[in-house]
């Protein structure tokens, strides 16, 4: 208890979630974007016990948001957008940090905003950077794909309403250099990263059959024919999410179908955003400069 005092309260918070998220992230880099289970709950579990240990003054605020945060994420479980380790990681960096704290290299103040928003933002920043620099310029595509008509202006019309967007924030609030600079890389990697959706997206996927699905995987039905995608409806109940249900259903049909099995660990993403958040703060408010 002696060692908690000297530390204090806020530095055990920090200390746990850093922690806690770099293993998550070497887990999903190092094994094949496989956190063992046990791990995930216990994680959950090292969040109430924070929560309850060094948070009782806001225990309420603490859990309330835990269950908000819980329960969107399993809404986007179950339509196949997110795993459900990192659904629960989530959980737990909402039990061990409820609210974005003051920036530790000092920023603009706030609001008490959920330091789980901070983090996706950061995540989801540091991702539209990686992935089409990764997906294009190191990862051989499976299969060719180059930029279509349409990705192209799909592409421009982002990288236009990025520029606008700059724009309206200088006049209405004032922008930073370096906030104008940090809008403008993510306008350019999102018109590249839809320029490229079809190349990206491959490079991602591998094509397996039903039979090799396992529990909670992602299928890439954005990448299947209309054609492909009625055939297994008729089956099952098909869908983003693989399902044991839909695996048991399908196993003896031999048409493959895309699955994400080669993306990007996205807890490294949440690390970096984790990272970003406590130095930085929350990266709209630090783009704005408010």
């Known amino acids: 208890m002696m060692l908690f005092e000297m530390l204090g309260y806020r530095e055990i918070d920090i200390a746990v979630l850093v922690l806690v998220a770099l293993v998550y992230a070497i887990y999903d880099v190092f094994n094949k974007r496989n956190v063992p289970n046990f791990f995930v709950y216990a994680t959950v579990v090292i969040g109430i016990v924070v929560a309850v240990v060094f948070n009782s003054n806001f225990l309420g605020l603490d859990l309330g948001v835990a269950a908000v945060v819980g329960l969107i994420g399993y809404a986007f479980y179950r339509s196949g957008l997110l795993g459900g380790g990192d659904v629960l990681e989530f959980v737990f960096i909402a039990l061990v940090m409820p609210v974005q704290i003051q920036p530790l290299l000092g920023g603009p103040y706030q609001f008490n905003i959920p330091f789980i928003l ?154 970096i955003g984790i990272i970003v958040s406590l130095l930085f703060g929350n990266i709209i408010l630090a783009i704005m400069g408010i």
Request: avoid cysteine.
């Open 118 to 271: 901070s983090v996706l933002m950061a995540a989801g920043y540091a991702s539209i950077i990686f992935i089409p620099a990764y997906y294009l310029g190191f990862k051989k595509p499976k299969r060719n794909s180059g930029p279509g008509r349409k990705g192209i202006v799909v592409g421009a019309v982002f990288f236009v309403a990025y520029v606008a967007l700059i724009l309206a924030l200088e006049f209405t609030f004032g922008i930073s250099l370096l906030g104008a600079a940090l809008v403008l890389v993510l306008a350019v990697m999102s018109a590249i990263t839809m320029a490229y959706e079809k190349r990206v997206y491959l490079g991602m996927v591998s094509f397996i059959y039903p039979k090799q699905l396992e529990d909670g995987d992602m299928i890439a039905t954005n990448l299947m024919d209309k054609k492909d995608v009625a055939y297994f409806k008729s089956r099952t109940a098909f869908g983003r999410l693989a399902t044991g249900k839909l695996i048991s259903d399908l196993k003896n049909v031999r048409k493959r179908i895309p699955v994400y099995r080669d993306s990007v660990p996205f807890s490294l993403f949440i690390f």
